[in-house]
């Protein structure tokens, strides 16, 4: 996404088009018969995500609080760290754009694989720790 991710944007450009169809999508078996799963979606205290125009648009969804100075315990943040130690250097956006998504596109799915595996220690660390630092 170019530019700054405004609150009206984070409505018109991702949940409007991308979310809130994924919600309403109804899964299927593996004998074709449609399921009832209740999604629920999750995102952090960014400021687009709490701007009223996004509560009201997500207010017909479930989804999960996250309380203020929470731990992102999030696999996808490790993802983007090893994106970013990896990340050429880049003279224009349209060389950035190309080298994220080749990096992207090449990412070892194992490492992710690890990542969600490593969940249920991640999240008994945290408690552990009791929603302080851990070695994740």
Not at 21 to 31: M, T, V
Not at 48 to 71: D, G, I, K, M, Y
Not at 72 to 97: A, I, N, T
């Amino acid at each position: 996404m170019r530019g700054t991710l405004t609150c009206q944007r984070y409505v018109d450009d991702i949940l409007r088009p991308h979310v809130g169809p994924f919600l309403n999508f109804p899964a299927k078996n593996s004998k074709n018969s449609i399921l009832k799963i209740p999604a629920i979606f999750r995102q952090d205290n960014a400021c687009p995500h709490t701007a009223r125009v996004a509560q009201e648009f997500l207010r017909h969804f479930q989804t999960l609080p996250w309380p203020a100075r929470s731990p992102d315990m999030s696999p996808v943040e490790h993802v983007w760290d090893k994106l970013k130690r990896q990340m050429p250097s880049c003279h224009s956006v349209q060389d950035l754009e190309l080298s994220v998504q080749d990096l992207w596109v090449h990412l070892p799915q194992d490492n992710i694989r690890c990542l969600i595996n490593s969940m249920p220690d991640r999240v008994a660390a945290c408690i552990a720790a009791g929603g302080g630092p851990t070695r994740y």
